[in-house]
């Protein structure tokens, strides 16, 4: 059976939002290896293409906006349309924080405040290992249509949530305990923070994915 318009132009946009995810894993990717090394390198060159990742995003709103307005879909394909526009904005978003967590990385590297560093690096790999596993995982529910798989997504930010309230009660406890020197755990509580916002941003991802091709919200954390 021929594909109708709006089929067509749902797909083409389906592939531009893997693009943008893919994008996104990479940088979470990038981060990863940028905190393991203290590569600066790395850093600055996450910070360049976070530039590419905000284009497409908006191009996607975009086009997004002009099927809604020429094919003005209803029900479960309104609903798809929508979806697309709301996971632009997301992994925008979702990236928008490696470009925080390389300019920490950057400081950390810079101010020698590597004791707080060796401290927590773990359990911050450890969290982003989690974020991309999300995101990998999400994607892939969306293309297959496939409910467990974003279910499964959604599941692993409980798992960031126990590692950053850990960490940050820790981070706490030892700027309340330090001599004023708190730039290495300010930072560490930094990137915690943004860690465990991008799993936060990949559940609303997986929420939305859910409702477009359910029509049921979900709450999933």
């Known amino acids: ?29 990038q981060t990863l290896l940028a905190l393991k090394t203290l590569d600066l390198e790395i850093a600055l060159t996450i910070l360049k293409k976070d530039q590419k990742i905000d284009n497409l995003s908006e191009e996607i709103v975009e086009e997004a906006t002009i099927v809604i307005i020429r094919q ?101 406890t030892h700027i309340q305990v330090v001599d004023g020197k708190v730039f290495g755990t300010a930072y560490a509580i930094l990137i915690n923070k943004y860690i465990e916002r991008a799993g936060d941003h990949v559940t609303n991802i997986a929420e939305e994915v859910l409702y477009a091709l359910k029509g049921h919200r979900y709450h999933l954390n």
């Not at 209803?74 to 609903?79: F, G, Q």
């Not at 969290?127 to 279910?151: A, F, Q, R, S, Y």
């Open 1 to 29: 059976m021929k594909k109708t318009r709006l089929e067509t132009d749902y797909e083409v946009l389906l592939q531009e939002v893997n693009q943008l995810s893919q994008l996104t894993i990479q940088a979470y990717e």
């Open 72 to 172: 003005q879909p209803v029900a479960s394909d309104l609903r798809k349309i929508l979806m697309i526009m709301r996971l632009a904005t997301e992994y925008e978003r979702i990236a928008d924080y490696t470009k925080n967590l390389a300019e920490y990385i950057i400081l950390i590297k810079q101010k020698e405040s590597l004791e707080h560093y060796e401290k927590n690096v773990d359990k911050l790999v450890y969290m982003i290992e989690l974020v991309i596993k999300m995101l990998t995982l999400v994607i892939e529910g969306l293309k297959e249509e496939n409910k467990t798989k974003v279910k499964e997504a959604a599941d692993l930010d409980k798992k960031v949530d126990e590692v950053y309230n850990e960490l940050m009660a820790s981070l706490i």
